[in-house]
């Protein structure tokens, strides 16, 4: 009988192992191109950093990059590039445990630091992504860099203040603030706000870079530009479509208030352009139901059955479990990459790879208009 446990223990401890090894690598993606990814660090001179209530403080707006790469190129790329700089923030934050970030340096992305980028074709289209409340750019890799391998340059926003902890240019750590209660509509609001004003700067620096010749930024389509966000994230990317006619799609990951995927408060009628709810919801309210199919440029509802609020970033599938297998979280994790990919090809005049139900999860195409 002790035999028996012994050989059973041990055989627990081996799929235990195994399953962390293979959970640790994030799942690749599926596009012809090597995965690039570097950074940026923009100032706006023009905008007051109003989290610090510092009047010299300005704000600062880094983002993380995935681009399309020559294969065999750069270096190993860590899954998250400069963890140790922000990791005692990351703590403090209280959205990272401890244990995670024990684990973070084991993750393993397959993408490739300051690689050589793709020479062809001759310009890619842009997509500016909004992480989530709380939440670091660098959570998004598994979806950033997957569009990255079909040909987009996906540039995330690290919006100070309001992600876990961000390393700033004086060496400084910008932490997201713990909050005792529920967050009120108009501070909700004015951090929408703030995150919209940032998705359109990166828009006018990555402009004003291309103009200067910028290896990566001059190579970018401005013709062919998306914003796209999870969560709160999601309504700031319908904001700033709303805002700016440089978009020509706009994508929404489960983001959703009193004024639906695009606004905090008030229901609007959402920008101009190609537009994509995607969200854990079984069902979508009656009011939310008339706004969509209203709407005159091309809309898709997507209704993902048991998908959760951290299934649109890479919590949900490095999430450890006993057995190394596939589960939901990489079935809901594929399905939005598909969808994700599908749409903004669409949106951009080019091919759209089917939307298929797997395994029972229900992918719901909800409303397709175009304009008349």
């Known amino acids: 009988m002790w035999k028996r446990a012994a050989i059973l223990v041990g055989v627990l401890l081996v799929m235990a192992a195994a399953s962390l090894y293979v959970q640790a690598a994030l799942p690749g993606p599926t596009g012809p ?4 990814r570097t950074e940026f660090r923009f100032v706006d001179q023009a905008r007051l950093e109003i989290a610090t209530g510092d009047p010299l403080d300005v704000r600062e707006v880094p983002v993380e990059v995935w681009y399309p790469a020559v294969a065999g190129t750069g270096r190993v790329a860590p899954y998250f590039p400069g963890l140790d700089a922000v990791r005692d923030g990351l703590r403090r934050s209280g959205e990272v445990a401890s244990l995670e970030l024990l684990g973070l340096p084991l993750i393993r992305s397959g993408e490739w630091l300051d690689a050589e980028l793709a020479g062809n074709p001759d310009r890619f289209p842009l997509v500016l992504f909004s992480p989530g409340n709380g939440t670091n750019a660098e959570f998004y890799a598994t979806i950033a860099g997957d569009l990255a391998s079909h040909g987009f340059v996906v540039v995330a926003i690290n919006h100070p203040y309001d992600i876990a902890a961000v390393a700033l240019a004086g060496g400084e750590v910008a932490v997201f603030p713990q ?11 004015e951090r ?16 004003s870079l291309s103009a200067a010749g910028d290896a ?67 069902d979508l309210a ?49 399905l939005i990459r598909q969808t994700t990919l ?10 759209r790879p089917a939307l298929v139900d797997e395994d029972g999860l229900r992918v719901v195409v909800f409303a397709e208009r175009s304009p008349p």
């Open 179 to 189: 909050r005792s209660g529920p967050t009120r509509p108009e501070e909700l609001e």
């Open 33 to 36: 191109y090597s995965v690039g």
């Open 342 to 351: 599908a749409f903004l090809t669409a949106a951009f005049g080019g091919w």
């Open 216 to 282: 990566l930024a001059s190579r970018l389509d401005f013709g062919r530009v998306a914003a796209l966000g999870h969560s709160i994230g999601g309504i700031a990317a319908a904001q700033a479509c709303i805002r700016d006619v440089r978009f020509r799609a706009c994508g929404n990951l489960d983001g959703i208030q009193a004024g639906g995927p695009f606004a905090v408060i008030d229901l609007l009628t959402g920008p101009d352009v190609p537009f994509l709810f995607m969200t854990k919801e079984s």
């Open 192 to 207: 929408v706000d703030v995150r919209a004003a940032d998705i359109l700067f990166v828009l006018d620096r990555l402009a």
């Open 286 to 334: 009656p009011g939310l139901v008339r706004l969509l199919e209203e709407r005159y440029s091309a809309t898709y509802a997507v209704l993902i059955d048991g998908a959760r609020h951290d299934s649109f970033s890479d919590a949900a599938v490095l999430l450890p479990s006993l057995l190394p297998f596939r589960n939901a979280a990489d079935r809901h994790l594929e």
